[in-house]
Structure formats: C-alpha cells, structure tokens
C-alpha cells in the first residue's frame, strides 16, 4: 500500500489519482469514477469531489492508496 501524505485537511478523490499518477488528466479521473473503477474504503465510490482525510483507503487499477498527514 502506497502513503499519500497531505498538508491540507483533506484531498478530492480525484485530486488523489491525479497527484498519485494514477491517471493522466482531471478528465481521465472523472470517467473512471464514473465508471465505478474506483473504492473508497471498500466500497464503490461515483463522487470525484469525495473528501479524503487520513486513513480513507483508495483502491484503482490494482493499487491501493492510504492518505495520511505530512509530517
């Protein structure tokens, strides 16, 4: 599992996969959340807006993301 530290309260899902090179473009994110790609948490997860704070689990194309804050 792969740590995401942040500096703000929270991150977008698809802030996340853009900042994590899990994909290309904001474009590239929105469709494949659309697409019911993306878990948060375990579960499926259709908002790109979704706030992710420390601790939330992403999973996407057989990675997984933890957030956590910088130090």
């Known amino acids: 599992m792969t740590v995401l530290p942040i ?3 929270y991150i977008k899902l698809q802030d996340l996969m853009k900042l994590a090179d899990l994909v290309s473009t904001g474009g590239e994110a929105k469709l494949r959340i659309l697409n019911e790609e993306v878990t948060v948490n375990g579960e499926v997860c259709t908002r ?3 706030k ?4 939330d689990v992403v999973s ?3 990675r997984e993301l933890t957030v956590e804050y910088a130090t």
Do not use: V
């Open 52 to 55: 992710l704070r420390p601790g």
């Open 7 to 9: 500096t703000t309260e």
């Open 48 to 50: 790109r807006g979704k």
């Open 60 to 62: 996407f194309a057989g």
